[in-house]
């Protein structure tokens, strides 16, 4: 079974790379900036976390799933993530420049934490003509705990700790946000996951609290390694800045690029695919 990642992040490719998964790696050449400011420009509003991070893993994905890879139709299942880290109801994206990174991180330890939000979409394009459409395998539909769960509304989690049942929904009554808009509403340390034809689209995230006693020196120290330029939220979980982060509330996967415990759930309860089903034996 072979999994695209609409995505050229290290980052991502080493999650699964390290449980077994040796995805084929796709640019999805989406222009995130412009497909946020048109999505806020229809909504009259800017984007709340949740929102934004599953539109662009739908975009990502979908940009990858029906685009020829290396000359032939992609075959197997596409997976588009995005990250956004929250600081006091301000969305913190890229800094790029060492001085927005000081910035963040000086915001950052005034709060004492934030949520990263982390957005995932699966889309199946399988080739085989007896691939099952999405939420068709029998196993997925006698399974009690999923399909006939207690619907927890828009954006509605498990329990704590846990990954919540998938729900069925028609994107086209998302407005502009398609299927990212029925998991939107998710509090700060809660998930979503919500199935719409041959897509499964999910947001986890992750509250984490910082080191209360971060100097000055230590900023400047971790902003010159150029560790925090290209990564959401300025710092990386897996890197350098592991040392200053002391409590993560949240699968730590997700604070690194993309849920494992979310993804295996959207291929099993989405499709009736195993997670050992992908492992590269």
């Known amino acids: 079974m072979r999994l695209y990642l609409a995505s050229t992040s290290p980052a991502r490719r ?10 084929v790696l796709v640019a999805p050449g989406v222009d995130e900036d412009a497909a946020v400011a048109a999505a806020a420009t229809s909504l009259g509003r800017d984007l709340t976390g949740p929102e934004l991070v599953a539109m662009l893993a739908v975009a990502k994905a979908s940009a990858v799933a029906d685009a020829p890879v290396d000359g032939s139709p992609v075959d197997g299942f596409v997976f588009g993530g995005d990250s956004a880290f929250e600081v006091d109801g301000v969305l913190y994206g890229k800094p790029h420049d060492p001085e927005v990174a000081r910035d963040r991180w000086r915001q950052m330890l005034a709060a004492g934490g934030g949520t990263l939000w982390s957005g995932h979409c699966v889309v199946d394009r399988r080739r085989a003509a007896d691939a099952p459409d999405a939420l068709d395998a029998p196993d997925v539909l006698d399974a009690p705990d999923v399909l006939d769960a207690p619907d927890p509304g828009p954006g509605g989690a498990g329990r704590a700790g846990t990954v919540p049942p998938v729900r069925t929904v028609d994107a086209s009554g998302g407005g502009p946000l398609g299927a990212a808009a029925f998991v939107a509403g998710v509090a700060p340390g809660g998930s979503a996951m919500v199935a719409d034809g041959d897509q499964v689209v999910a947001v ?23 560790e925090p330029l290209e990564v959401a939220g300025a710092f990386t979980i897996d890197g350098r800045a592991a ?28 499709f009736g695919i195993a997670w050992h089903d992908l492992w590269a034996l």
């Open 243 to 270: 040392a200053y982060i002391t409590r993560i509330d949240g699968a730590p996967s997700a604070v690194v690029g993309l849920s494992l415990p979310v993804l295996r759930a959207m291929l099993l309860r989405g």
């Open 14 to 23: 080493a999650l699964l790379a390290q449980t077994g998964i040796e995805p």
């Open 204 to 226: 986890d995230s992750a509250v984490l609290t910082f080191a209360d006693d971060m100097s000055p020196a230590e900023i400047d120290a971790y902003v010159a390694t150029g």
